[in-house]
């Protein structure tokens, strides 16, 4: 780009023209950062959640994969956990009501390892009669608290049969999943059953798909968290797959409001272009000046939007904490906490695949009102 280019953009963009000149500017390319902004926030909320959800269903599940009988653990990537457990129905008694629960059966120490951390497990009480442990969803319907005594009417599908037992909780976890945890409760193995097989939780961004291949390579039956809880993943695709409608909604926007900035400059820009033209230079400079100036502005804008759309999915976690104490039944169907991931290598992708769309936009409308077109108006 020659000197003579750079000086008229330099200008264009606002250099030494005032703030009234610069508001005008940006006007035409405001729609692009709002809805980038939009786009982002819902890329990191909607990512963040999904990642939370999946973690979720894998700690309160039956783990990241459950194996069906004893096996060699040396398979396991390293911080692996492994537990035996067992599960069924039963109905719970207390003061405050009764409810029907899905009962999983423990062994001691089910909650010391990443569990425990990960739901905010610190201390479980101990020498107690049949200790349980119950969310605080659970807990709140039914106004429980650590140390109250409970009556469980539990099935036992090996005898046919409903087996009373009087139970204490032993610890209230924050519910963080109530479409899972709302219902269910720990209690010691010998309640429930012998143990159907164990559950193994992998650390937190493991190959869950690898590991269950390679177990099944060794003709160890196991299934993953995604074929045991195929409903509630359906719930984290559907999320998923609204980000591309939105994105396919935004790179629409975007070409069709960088083409309209592009037809503004140029009107607001008339007299400036008229002495150009009569200075010699050829339109196609000229439209690859306009070019290059929307480009800037629309680059600016979506840049801009990123920023603000990150900035916002920061605080989105506080909002959803406020939401989950107001109106819990509003999050049954996701997370009440989560932490924010922002995914850096897509927004990137976004940014440069909506300006790419805008400049063929800004490109075609450039071409088809050449700049003798805008004099006749």
Not at 82 to 108: M, P
Not at 343 to 350: D, E, G
Request: hydrophobic letters at 50%; a negative charge.
């Amino acid at each position: 780009m020659g000197a003579f280019e750079r000086l008229w953009l330099v200008r264009k963009c606002g250099h030494g023209m005032g703030m009234r000149y610069l508001l005008s500017s940006i006007l035409p390319i405001a729609v692009i950062f709002v809805i980038t902004a939009v786009l982002v926030f819902s890329i990191i909320f909607i990512t963040s959640v999904s990642k939370r959800i999946d973690r979720m269903i894998e700690v309160l599940g039956s783990g990241s994969i459950y194996v069906y009988g004893p096996f060699d653990d040396s398979l396991l990537p390293q911080g692996s956990e492994v537990a035996l457990t067992d599960a069924t129905e039963a109905l719970l008694y207390a003061s405050g009501g009764e409810r029907a629960i899905a009962i999983k059966g423990i062994e001691d120490g089910y909650f010391e390892g990443m569990r425990g951390n990960e739901l905010g497990i610190a201390e479980v009480l101990q020498d107690v009669r049949n200790p349980i442990v119950i969310s605080s969803s659970l807990s709140s319907s039914l106004s429980l608290k650590a140390g109250d005594r409970v009556a469980l009417m539990v099935y036992e599908s090996a005898n046919g049969r409903a087996r009373p037992y009087l139970a204490t909780v032993a610890a209230v976890f924050d519910s963080v999943y109530p479409q899972i945890d709302s219902r269910l409760v720990y209690a010691p193995l010998a309640i429930v059953g012998e143990g159907r097989g164990f559950e193994v939780l992998l650390p937190p961004g493991s190959d869950r798909e690898a590991v269950l291949s390679d177990l099944v390579s060794e003709d160890i039956p196991a299934l993953s968290s995604r074929s045991l809880y195929r409903n509630e993943y359906a719930n984290i695709e559907a999320s998923l797959s609204a980000l591309y409608i939105i994105f396919a909604l935004v790179a629409f926007l975007a070409a069709y409001f960088s083409a309209d900035a592009a037809e503004f400059f140029m009107s607001r820009d008339k007299k400036d272009i008229s002495e150009l033209l009569l200075l010699g230079a050829g339109k196609k400079r000229i439209a690859r000046i306009y070019l290059t100036l929307t480009s800037i502005f629309v680059l600016a804008a979506l840049a801009a939007g990123a920023l603000l759309g990150v900035l916002l999915s920061l605080l989105s976690p506080l909002a959803l904490d406020l939401i989950g104490r107001r109106e819990p039944a509003f999050l049954d169907y996701y997370v009440r906490s989560f932490s924010v991931d922002v995914p850096w290598a897509m927004i990137a992708l976004i940014i440069a695949l909506s300006l790419l769309v805008s400049i063929v936009s800004m490109y075609i409308s450039i071409r088809r009102s050449t700049v003798a077109n805008i004099f006749v108006r």
